[in-house]
């Protein structure tokens, strides 16, 4: 891996009207890092990854990608989230539209691919996580580890630079949680560059370059999973360990 | 009924029919595209745009169409001199068609909006991620979910909006109720049976565009 940040972070603060909900965060992570950020509900780690694709804005501190501050709005915003591929908790398929079209809209109506470029490309992702055969299907008619498959490659079609993962396997059925974590843990194997945000320790454990863990909008501490799992320094980081790894 | 065997009243009476017809096509095309704009710029970002169509939604929908119709007429066409055509009669239906229009777009635009509220946040979210702008969001992801889920509430503004096309008598439009109205002062001995005529052919032509819209909101719904 290569020492070139992508994404910084720097003394980045948010307010939800009185609730502070980023706390001077500061984060680097490297071009192909798959930064895994952990913590209890409520610790503004999903805040922090909506943050980096402006889905959410800040009110302090800058955010930079790929060595440039993120535009505010209009057209430069969409070309940055457009190199930044984004799957949410909920999956976000397009409700009427086939999982072949969910797929290809992204490089059709922002990149102006041709249709067969994007059809090739389309199904190729979609045999990649394992759903060609759902392709002409709609998002209601797949089970939930499918549809959150889908959205991984609707991401991936616009061949971003980064992806972000928003508690990609929260809202699924437990026996569907493993074929997500397969598909993200080969993701990362390649050498994309991640930020997941999840509960799942034990993809941590195995794919992550390093874990951020986070509470009360702080970034308490980072470490290389071995070391943070096997040797957590702050005592908030302790506890959390403690109650999540005891089952 | 035999009011209804002299071939001269029976055409009065077809012509009126076609008459509601022609204005409701053409009133029904308009405030759908009028509506949907407006609808797009109660959403938009522009505070401008916003203001725009809540002003036109609260001005139109809280003034008496009676009142809308006779502007076109001694507004639109007397004081400011807009002219559709040389004919008066083509004038005329088509300064009904604009204030029926800017009427019905209105409602148009309230039902598209509460089609949009029920789609939800995050696909718009996943739209922006993508790299998608505003109007592309609104295009193809926004308005075709929200579309879907008001056919239902866009047939009842359709079902209105062919009642009150009606109105237009009152700038000499000659349309059902003109036609009807015309008949009764001829005919005044069968005037409860002109009234019955008329109003089961209305129930009779607009019972089915209920059940149609019903059964095409069932259709398109956008199962989650």
């Known amino acids: 891996m290569s020492h070139e940040p992508l994404i910084v972070l720097d003394a980045v603060n948010k307010w939800f009207g009185d609730l502070h909900v980023l706390r001077d965060v500061s984060l680097t992570v490297d071009r192909g890092e798959v930064v895994v950020v952990i913590g209890p509900s409520g610790s503004g780690k999903s805040t922090l990854c909506r943050a980096v694709n402006r889905l959410e804005t800040i009110n302090s501190g800058s955010i930079r990608f790929d060595g440039k501050e993120l535009p505010a709005e209009g057209r430069a915003l969409a070309k940055l989230r457009s190199e930044v591929g984004m799957v949410f908790q909920s999956f976000n398929l397009f409700a009427h539209m086939s999982i072949l079209d969910n797929v290809m809209l992204g490089p059709l109506k922002v990149r102006g691919e041709s249709k067969a470029v994007a059809r090739e490309r389309a199904l190729a992702l979609l045999d990649r ?49 493993g074929e997500v974590l397969e598909v993200m843990t080969s993701l990362a194997k390649e050498g994309m560059t991640m930020i997941v945000v999840t509960h799942e320790m034990g993809f941590a454990r195995a794919a992550a370059d390093r874990v951020a863990f986070m509470a009360d909008g702080q970034l308490v501490e980072q470490a290389p999973p071995a070391e943070f799992f096997g040797n957590p320094k702050s005592e908030r980081a302790r506890d959390f360990l403690s109650k999540v790894l005891q089952h | 009924m035999d009011v209804f065997l002299d071939p001269a009243n029976r055409q009065a009476y077809l012509d009126g029919f076609l008459m509601v017809l022609k204005l409701t096509g053409a009133s029904a095309l308009l405030a759908l595209v009028l509506g949907m704009l407006l609808a797009a710029c109660r959403v938009s970002p522009v505070p401008v745009l916003r203001a725009l169509g809540a002003g036109w939604v609260h001005l139109f929908r809280n003034t008496p169409l009676t009142l809308i119709i006779l502007f076109c007429f001694f507004g639109l066409y007397s004081a400011v001199g807009v002219e559709f055509s040389e004919d008066l009669h083509v004038n005329n239906y088509w300064l009904a068609v604009t204030g029926l229009s800017a009427y019905t777009a209105a409602f148009v635009c309230e039902a598209i909006r509460s089609g949009i509220n029920t789609v939800p946040v995050g696909q718009a979210e996943a739209a922006r991620a993508l790299g998608l702008s505003f109007s592309q969001n609104l295009r193809l992801i926004i308005l075709p979910q929200a579309m879907r889920s008001v056919v239902a509430p866009l047939g009842s503004v359709l079902i209105a909006l062919t009642k009150n096309v009606t109105i237009a008598g009152v700038i000499g439009v000659a ?43 069932n259709r398109l719904v956008v199962r989650r």
Not at chain 1, 129 to 150: E, H, M, N, T
């Open chain 1, 129 to 177: 996580v394992g759903i060609a055969s759902q392709a002409d299907k709609l998002p209601v008619q797949l089970s939930g580890g499918q549809q959150q498959r889908a959205a991984i490659a609707r991401a991936l079609a616009m061949q971003p630079k980064a992806m972000l993962f928003d508690e990609p396997t929260s809202a699924l059925d437990p026996e569907m949680v």
């Open chain 2, 175 to 217: 349309e059902a109720s003109s036609a009807m109205k015309g008949l009764i002062e001829s005919n005044g001995d069968q005037t409860i049976a002109i009234f019955a005529v008329f109003a089961l052919t209305f129930v009779a032509l607009l019972v089915p565009v209920g059940y149609g819209f019903s059964a095409l909101a």
